[in-house]
Antibody
Framework: EVQLVESGGGLVQPGGSLRLSCAASGFSFSTYWMSWVRQAPGKGLEWVANIKEDGSEKNYVDSVKGRFTISRDNAKNSLYLQMNSLRAEDTAVYYC????????WGQGTTVTVSS | QAVLTQPSSLSASPGASASLTCTLRSGINVGTYNIYWYQQKPGRPPQFLLRYKSDSDKQQGSGVPSRFSGSKDASANAGILLISGLQSEDEADYYCMIWHSSASVVFGGGTKLTVL
């Protein structure tokens, strides 16, 4: 069974940092683009970042450039999102998703940025 | 102007068909893009429905019923998700997506479909 499981969310103060993880199983992780997509409370989907199969290409939405870093460890079938200088507007459910079609999604992990 | 624009809401009756539109910003030609569609129900992650580029280049999501289909309206520069034989379980939020410039991804704002 194809599965993505996110972890690492929580409550953090503005200016703080968090590292999200996504554990993949049931498919050949190293052959898929991977993405992070977030959804603020009551809002729509917002793509955050993606990374090519071998990690050689990374792309970010403008609002997180310079603050967030996407990475992957193909040996561990894992995707990561290092989030620094967090702001209130980063509060959201963060999903990891696989494939060029972004066709498999995890259940999400909640990040709350508040003092 | 947003890259992808979707109507915020749409209502339709059970058994009828619903046509959800995703309009691309002027200057972005719908004919050159794959349009991806997702369904999201409350409290659940999005589910991939289908990818549509043309009638000869399309992909249905795993387990997605054939009453969900894609098309394009070139004159409106829009992608379309057609849901036929509407059922109460189709009530959800629907999002379109494209891979835009420099391998970035863009989602539309979503359409809330009510079946009543």
């Amino acid at each position: 069974e194809v599965q993505l499981v996110e972890s690492g969310g929580g409550l953090v103060q503005p200016g703080g940092s968090l590292r999200l993880s996504c554990a993949a199983s049931g498919f050949s992780f190293s052959t898929y683009w991977m993405s992070w997509v977030r959804q603020a409370p009551g809002k729509g989907l917002e793509w955050v970042a993606n990374i090519k199969e071998d990690g050689s290409e990374k792309n970010y939405v403008d609002s997180v450039k310079g603050r967030f870093t996407i990475s992957r460890d193909n040996a561990k079938n894992s995707l990561y999102l290092q989030m620094n200088s967090l702001r209130a507007e980063d509060t959201a459910v963060y999903y990891c998703a696989s494939g060029y079609s972004v066709d498999v999604w995890g259940q999400g992990t909640t990040v709350t940025v508040s003092s | 102007q947003a890259v992808l624009t979707q109507p915020s809401s749409l209502s339709a009756s059970p058994g009828a068909s619903a046509s959800l539109t995703c309009t691309l910003r002027s200057g972005i030609n719908v004919g050159t893009y794959n349009i991806y569609w997702y369904q999201q129900k409350p409290g659940r992650p999005p589910q991939f429905l289908l990818r549509y580029k043309s009638d000869s280049d399309k992909q249905q999501g795993s387990g997605v019923p054939s009453r969900f289909s894609g098309s394009k309206d070139a004159s409106a520069n829009a992608g379309i998700l057609l849901i036929s034989g509407l059922q109460s379980e189709d009530e959800a939020d629907y999002y379109c997506m494209i891979w835009h410039s420099s391998a970035s991804v863009v989602f539309g704002g979503g359409t809330k479909l009510t079946v009543l």
